[in-house]
């Protein structure tokens, strides 16, 4: 258990039972927004997926991907160089 967990529990235990009540509501309301979250992430992947299947394009070789990735780091130095 690192230093920051036990300080957290140190805090809840000095917490009213009530009071710790709240914080686990809180808690399974962070959960639920986060799986939430990764959920809708997964749906947008699974929708762009299909979009690129539709497209019927043939998949990129890994030169044209490293092409593509120094055209964008190209560009992002002009627009640095350019402030």
């Known amino acids: 258990m690192n230093a920051n967990t036990r300080i957290l529990i140190d805090k809840l235990q000095r917490l009213p039972p009530e009071r710790r009540a709240e914080v686990e509501d809180f808690v399974d309301f962070l959960e639920k927004r986060e799986a939430q979250a990764r959920s ?9 997926f299909k979009r690129l299947d539709a497209l019927d394009e043939p998949p990129m070789s890994a030169e044209e991907i490293q092409a593509e990735i120094d055209a964008v780091r190209a560009e992002r130095r002009a627009r640095a160089d350019r402030r």
């Open 40 to 48: 809708e992430a997964a749906q947008r992947l699974g929708e762009a």
